[in-house]
C-alpha cells in the first residue's frame, strides 16, 4: 500500500503558500476562500476545493477561509442554490463564521473599479454585436482587429457606461471591454468583456442592475476586497491568470492576490459537470439532486457516505498540477474504512428463503448475544431473537452444490452466526412449479456459543433473522450509473446519456432485517454482515416503512486496486 502522506507541505499549493508566509510576501495572514457559484448543488469535486481551500487555511497560523458565492450571472441562479450549499459546506465540517460573502454585494465597487478604468483609458465601451467581437477577435494563429469604436474618448466612455447602467440601452446593445492588446497570444488578453447588458433578475439585487459583470473582473477584484492572499481555482484557468493580475494591476488595488491553479477531480463512472448533472435531475434519470447514485455531496450522504471519509479521500488524492482521473474505487476503499470502524454489525436477509429447524421447540424464543462491532469494543453487545423458523439468503443454499459451496446443502453442516451449527435435512419444492419454498434442519443444541460444543469448526458461516421478529424492509443496492468509466468523453462522440446503466438501482421490496433495526435512523450507519453498508433512506424512510441504502459492498477493494494498477 502506498505510503499515506503525513505532514509535511504535502504538495505544490502548500509548499507555494509556506515560501510566501516565510518570506512575508503579504505582510498579511493567509486567507482563502472556496467561491461557489449557486448555480447547482455541491459535488464531490466542490469538496477538494474546499478541503484545499479550508485545510491550507486551518494550516497555517491566523489563516482563514471564506465562503464566497460567484453570484455573478443572474440567469441560472438562485437562493435554493444558496442555501443547500451553505447547509453541503457545514455537512462537510468546514466553518466559514461570520465571513459569508456575495460578490453581488461587491457591485457598487465594482461598478467604481470600471469607471476609474475608463478614465485611466483602460476601458471603452464597444457597440459591436456578439456575433462581430467573435469575429474581430482573430483565432489561435492569427492576431484580432480592433474594433471600430476602440478609440473612443474617455468622456464618450463615461456618458455611454453610466447611461448602460441606467438601463437606456437594449440587452446587447453596448458592452464594456478591457483595452489590453487585440495582437496578444492570450485571447484572454484581446479587450476581455468586463460587463454585459442583461435584463436578468438577480437573487439578492433584484433588478437594481441590468448589467452584470464578468467573472474574469468581478472574481480578482472580490479576491482583493475580501484580502484573499492565494485564490486557488482549477487549470482552466491558468490562462486566465494573465488577465487576473492585469486587472488587478490597472484598477491599483492595495491588495493583489496570488492566483494558483490545480487540477480538477474527475472520477471514473460518474459525471462533475453541473450542466450535465442538471440534465440527468431535469429529465429524470435520477430521483433528484440528493439521488443516491449521483456524486453531489446530497446524493452521497444519502448514499451513506460520511463527511469524514470523504475529506480522507481528498486529502489522500492532494493535488497536482496534471489533470487526471481517480478511480471510483478509491473513494469506496475510504468509505469502508471509516464504515469498518464506526457501523454497527447488524443481521439482514436480502432475499429471504424460508429455514425450519424441526427439532427447536415450536414457540420457544432465545435472546442470543451479539457482538456489536469487533472493531470497537466499546459498541458493546445486543441481543438477536432466535425462534424454529429462520430466514436466510436464497444464495446461501444450494440443493445441488458445486465443489467447494461451504454454505448450506442437503446433508451439509454450517453455523448460524451468534447460534447454532445446522445440518441440511429437507428440501420443500412447490410441485407444479419445482421452485424450492422452504429448507428443513435440525440444530445441535451443544453446539450454542458458551456451549461444550461452541467451538466445534464447520466451513461456513450463515447470517439469518427469526421470521416471527424481524421487520420487513426495502433495500436499494447501487452500481455504477454509467457503464463505462468516462461517459462525459465519449470518443466515439456518443452522448452521456447513451452509457447510463440501467441497473443502476436494484430495488428489493421484501427483504427481513433483525428487529433493532426497527429504531433506525438516517444518519445512522450499519454493516450487514456478509453484505455491505448501509444506511436508513432519509427520503423514503418513514414511520412503518423502513428503506435501506447499500453505500458500499463489502470488499476488501485495496488489494484489488493495487493489482489492478
Ligand atoms: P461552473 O462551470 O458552473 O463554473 P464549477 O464546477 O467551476 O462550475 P463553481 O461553483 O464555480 O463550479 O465551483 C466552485 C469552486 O469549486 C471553484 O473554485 C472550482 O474551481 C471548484 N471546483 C469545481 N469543480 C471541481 C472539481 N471537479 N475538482 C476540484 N475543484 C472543483
Ligand atoms: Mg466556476
Not at 512575508?24 to 448543488?41: H, L, M, Q, S, W
Not at 468546514?94 to 461587491?106: C, I, M, N, P, V
Not at 429471504?352 to 470497537?376: K, T
Request: hydrophobic share 35%.
Amino acid at each position: 500500500m502506498e505510503e499515506l502522506k503525513a505532514d509535511s507541505p504535502k504538495d505544490f499549493i502548500r509548499t507555494i503558500v509556506a515560501h510566501d508566509v516565510e518570506t512575508k510576501k503579504f505582510d498579511a495572514e493567509v486567507r482563502t476562500r472556496f467561491p461557489p457559484e449557486p448555480n447547482g448543488y455541491l459535488h464531490i469535486g466542490h469538496a477538494k476545493s474546499m478541503c484545499l481551500n479550508f485545510g491550507v487555511a486551518e494550516e497555517f497560523p491566523g489563516g482563514l477561509c471564506n465562503l464566497r458565492f460567484d453570484d455573478t450571472n443572474p440567469t441560472k441562479e438562485n437562493v435554493e442554490y444558496v442555501a443547500s450549499i451553505q447547509a453541503d459546506v457545514q455537512w462537510l465540517g468546514f466553518d466559514w463564521g461570520s465571513r459569508l460573502y456575495y460578490a453581488s454585494d461587491y457591485f457598487e465597487r465594482l461598478y467604481d473599479y470600471a469607471v476609474f478604468l475608463i478614465k485611466q483609458g483602460q476601458a471603452y465601451v464597444d457597440s459591436l454585436n456578439a456575433d462581430q467581437i467573435r469575429e474581430h477577435r482573430g483565432t489561435l494563429t492569427e492576431p484580432g482587429t480592433p474594433s471600430p469604436f476602440r478609440t473612443r474618448s474617455i468622456e464618450e466612455n463615461l456618458d455611454l457606461f453610466a447611461r448602460m447602467r441606467a438601463g437606456e440601452f437594449p440587452d446587447g446593445a453596448h458592452v464594456l471591454r478591457a483595452k489590453i492588446d487585440m495582437a496578444s497570444p492570450n485571447i484572454n488578453l484581446r479587450d476581455p468583456i468586463l460587463y454585459r447588458i442583461r435584463r436578468a433578475h438577480h437573487h439578492r439585487t433584484g433588478d437594481a442592475w441590468c448589467m452584470y459583470p464578468n467573472y474574469d473582473f468581478a472574481h480578482p477584484l472580490s479576491d482583493s476586497i475580501e484580502s484573499i492572499t492565494h485564490s486557488l481555482c482549477t487549470l482552466e484557468f491558468e490562462d486566465h491568470r494573465p488577465l487576473y493580475d492585469w486587472v488587478l494591476n490597472a484598477c491599483q488595488v492595495e491588495r493583489h492576490s496570488q492566483q494558483i491553479e490545480f487540477a480538477r477531480l474527475n472520477l471514473t463512472y460518474t459525471l462533475m459537470s453541473k450542466r450535465k448533472l442538471l440534465e440527468l435531475v431535469e429529465e429524470g434519470h435520477v430521483s433528484g439532486w440528493d439521488d443516491p447514485r449521483l456524486p453531489t455531496l446530497m446524493g452521497l450522504r444519502r448514499r451513506g457516505y460520511t463527511p469524514e471519509s470523504i475529506r480522507a479521500f481528498c486529502d489522500h488524492i492532494g493535488v497536482a498540477k496534471r489533470d487526471s482521473t481517480t478511480e471510483m474505487k478509491l473513494l469506496e476503499h475510504f468509505i469502508r474504512e471509516d464504515l469498518n470502524r464506526r457501523a454497527m454489525r447488524v443481521m439482514a436477509v436480502l432475499r429471504p428463503l424460508r429455514l425450519v429447524i424441526e427439532n427447536y421447540p415450536e414457540g420457544q424464543v432465545e435472546e442470543l448475544m451479539a457482538v456489536n462491532n469487533p472493531e470497537d469494543p466499546t459498541m458493546g453487545k445486543r441481543t438477536v431473537p432466535f425462534s424454529r423458523v429462520l430466514y436466510i439468503e436464497q444464495d446461501d443454499f444450494r440443493e445441488d452444490p458445486p465443489k467447494k459451496f461451504f454454505r448450506l446443502a442437503p446433508g451439509q453442516e454450517v453455523r448460524l452466526r451468534y447460534a447454532y451449527i445446522i445440518k441440511c435435512t429437507q428440501v420443500i419444492k412447490d410441485s407444479a412449479t419445482g421452485e424450492i419454498q422452504e429448507v428443513h434442519c435440525t440444530y445441535d443444541p451443544e453446539t450454542r456459543s458458551g456451549g461444550p460444543q461452541a467451538s466445534r469448526k464447520v466451513k461456513g458461516t450463515l447470517h439469518w433473522v427469526s421470521a416471527e421478529h424481524a421487520i420487513q424492509a426495502e433495500v436499494r443496492l447501487y452500481d455504477h450509473l454509467f457503464l463505462v468509466p468516462d461517459p462525459g468523453n465519449d470518443k466515439g462522440g456518443k452522448d452521456y446519456r447513451d452509457h447510463l446503466n440501467p441497473h443502476s438501482m436494484e430495488r428489493l421490496s421484501q427483504c427481513y432485517v433483525e428487529p433493532s433495526l426497527g429504531q433506525a435512523k438516517a444518519d445512522q450507519h450499519f454493516q450487514f454482515e456478509r453484505q455491505g453498508y448501509f444506511c436508513a433512506d432519509s427520503v423514503d424512510s418513514s414511520e412503518g416503512r423502513l428503506v435501506f441504502n447499500r453505500t458500499v459492498a463489502l470488499r476488501d477493494s485495496w488489494s484489488k486496486i493495487e493489482k489492478e494498477k
